[in-house]
């Protein structure tokens, strides 16, 4: 059954192309229960006027709605912060686009097939390095025995790259383009080699004040989400899972994990607010000089797969571009346990939309098939060209 359309309101809202912009989120916020979600917030955040929507529930158990105000785990929609934090200093020529790993961290990179003297920092921002991914070694992600166990243990940013170098490196005559967590777990390493400073401090100090963003957080190894907050679920995948049929079992409330195993990856935690304040001075050219800028905005393909999954998705240098009905627009969503985070930015930095859902692994009603693409692809679709 539908978890709790009727708790935010405007359940079965008209589906006609009548609907005002308002009306037709708060729509397609109810359509996105379908898919498994518990709940959803939506803030879109333009000149004509802000709208915020939810549907669903925050809190199963209490049948309460994800509050208007709450924050969440960003997860990867933290690349988006660490980028714009490296090609600052890139800009102050602290550090070069062009610098090596093997400049900043010698020794570091052990892996075979892997060698750090080719490896380049544009390369680590924009994923097009033969660096695997080392999430693919935590236990915790495929098995809830697992995860329970080691929620809140400690990770040190040299045992995750340890990790990735016990997996086969990525054969790059396969593709230019691969997404890894790894290559920004380096760049956070980076940063303080550069700097003196952890990561964290850096992007507080360059970006979180001086845009005011007093309810976004970079925990290093508190599990908790500031209050107010919705529980983050999570579902873990049962016997003979596969990609097409996870199995699934039951929620769990997976709210409160030691965040160090995501790093510069995806550790921070925001709300709708902030998180559109963020994207619209950062494409607005309120964070990055035009030069810098410029340098983010360098696209390359992404594979077949992740095009599939967000259609013309061009990935940049931790931001991507993405088609839409309206020509196009800048993201980069995240997922983390409890969490899924999907938005996106005009190019001008006029409008902005988040979305935070309350999971991140979405399984269909009974009847309801997998979804082909992101499921929030319509919804950001509508709040990006919609309503002009």
Sequence with gaps: MALGIAAAGAAGADASPRRDLRSTLQHDADELLKYGTPGVLVGLDRARGDITVRSGFGDLAGRTPVPWDAKFRIGSFTKTYVAATVLQLAGERRLSLDDTVHRWLPGLLTGKGIDARTITVRQLLQHTTPLPDYTRKLTMIMSEKEFQKDRYKTLTDEQLVRMAMSLPARDLSKGRWEYSNTNYTLLGMIIKRATGNPWQEEVRDRILRPLGLRNTFIPKTDPAVPRPHAIGYERFPGEGASQEDPKYGEFID?????????????????????????????????????????????????????????????????????????????????????????????????????????????????GVPNPTKDVTVKLIDHALCGGR
């Excluded at 259609?311 to 969490?339: E, K, Q, T, V």
């Design 254 to 366: 997976a709210t409160r994990i030691n965040p160090s195993l995501a790093g510069a990856a995806g550790a921070m935690i925001s709300t709708t607010d902030d998180s559109n304040r963020f994207l619209r001075a950062l494409l607005g050219g309120r964070v990055l000089k035009p030069a810098q800028l410029a340098e983010m905005k360098k696209t390359v393909p992404t594979s077949a797969a992740f095009q599939g999954f967000l259609p013309g998705a061009r990935y940049g240098l931790g931001i991507m571009y993405i088609s839409n009905s309206c020509g196009g627009h800048w993201s980069h969503g995240g997922d983390i346990f409890g969490y899924m985070t999907r938005n996106g930015v005009t190019p001008d930095g006029s409008r902005s939309v988040v979305v935070s859902l309350n999971t991140d692994s979405l399984k269909p009603e009974p």
